[in-house]
Nanobody, 123 residues
Framework: AQFEESGGGSGQAGGTLRLSCTASGFDVGGWIMSWHRQAPGKEREWVAV????????KYAESVKGRCTISRDNAKDTGYLQMNNMTPEYTATYYC?????????????????WGKGTLVTVAS
């Protein structure tokens, strides 16, 4: 599996960004997909997850109400829309897919990670 994230950048608090993730090397439409982030000096954390057909999503409490995860299986691409960002959103953002045997309730990812896309939010 391969993941290529894009769309990051710098902005002010309250701003908006839309991140994209193009996946390859597997049947993208057949897997739960997710977004994760790693802030400077911190461990990587899960942000949001979406079912194969996009009908069910879950979010970390820290982004609930400010972020929307979506996907376009025809394009093998996932998205993370981030609105009203805060400086705490400063991080490198990554996407991944469910590991074998994972469900949206008991979720784990593959060992494959892309390079991520950097988001910097100033106060």
């Amino acid at each position: 599996a391969q993941f290529e994230e894009s769309g990051g950048g710098s902005g002010q608090a309250g701003g908006t960004l839309r991140l994209s993730c193009t996946a390859s090397g597997f049947d993208v439409g057949g897997w739960i997909m997710s977004w994760h982030r790693q802030a400077p000096g911190k461990e990587r954390e899960w942000v949001a997850v979406i079912r194969r057909l996009g009908g069910t999503t879950k979010y970390a409490e820290s982004v609930k109400g400010r972020c929307t995860i979506s996907r376009d299986n025809a394009k093998d691409t996932g998205y993370l829309q981030m609105n009203n960002m805060t400086p705490e959103y400063t991080a490198t953002y990554y996407c991944n897919r469910a590991g074998v045997g994972a469900s949206i309730e008991y979720y784990h990812v593959t060992e494959y990670w892309g390079k991520g896309t950097l988001v910097t939010v100033a106060s």
